[in-house]
């Protein structure tokens, strides 16, 4: 499930509460609800292990490999881009129409 900008995790509620303050760091908490973006996905396994990408207290760049049994996962979403993710309706610009840059 590699090759895209990242993907968002969604969790089941029972799992959230079963992670407790474990979980809490890695969550992003936007209106679509808490999930964990990360870079990489790999789900052939009883542990669904995902790779993020961030800074440590220093400013270097880290990466860490969170796992957590499959079974806790509730969908997996494909996305661009962080900034760009979520549930809202895509517009396709008229033909000739200016696009805003994307980094």
């Avoid at 808490?34 to 870079?39: A, E, G, R, S």
């Avoid at 009883?46 to 990408?53: C, G, H, I, P, Y």
């Amino acid at each position: 499930m590699n090759g895209h900008g990242g993907y968002a995790v969604f969790f089941f509620p029972q799992a959230l509460e079963a992670l407790g303050e474990a979980i809490k760091p890695y969550l992003t908490n936007q209106p679509e609800g808490p999930h964990i973006f990360c870079k990489e996905i790999d789900t052939g396994g009883a542990f669904t292990e995902m790779t993020l990408v961030g800074k440590d207290a220093e400013g270097h760049d880290v990466q860490v490999e969170l796992m957590v049994p499959g079974s806790m996962i509730r969908m997996i979403v494909s996305a661009q881009s962080e900034a760009l993710f979520g549930f809202g309706p895509r517009v396709t610009p008229p033909p000739g129409a200016a696009t805003p840059p994307t980094a």
